[in-house]
Structure formats: C-alpha cells, structure tokens
C-alpha cells in the first residue's frame, strides 16, 4: 500500500504539534485517524 500524508488542516483539524495525541483535540485527531483506516481497509 502506497505511503498517505493526511494534512490534518485538510480535515478541518487545527493547532496541532509533533505529539498530536497529547493535545486538546486528540480526541478529533483519533477520529481522522480511525475514518482513514476504515477507508483505506481491504
């Protein structure tokens, strides 16, 4: 499977540094994550 650079902007997610998972909004974060691996599933 090809590489996918997903610019978390591009999905409407702002502010975010290096360690996403520890900001404010990881919660959005994990949900962008989970929808493109649902997407990109075999």
Same mark, same amino acid.
């Given at each position: 499977?090809? #590489?996918? $650079?997903? /610019?978390?902007?591009?999905? +409407?997610? /702002? +502010? #975010? +540094? $290096?360690?996403?998972?520890?900001?404010?909004?990881?919660?959005?974060?994990? +949900?962008?994550?989970?929808?493109?691996?649902?997407? #990109?599933? /075999?």
């Amino acid at each position: 499977m090809p #590489n996918t $650079h997903l /610019r978390l902007e591009a999905v +409407g997610i /702002r +502010g #975010n +540094g $290096h360690m996403m998972m520890m900001e404010k909004n990881s919660s959005e974060v994990a +949900g962008a994550i989970a929808d493109w691996i649902e997407a #990109n599933l /075999r």
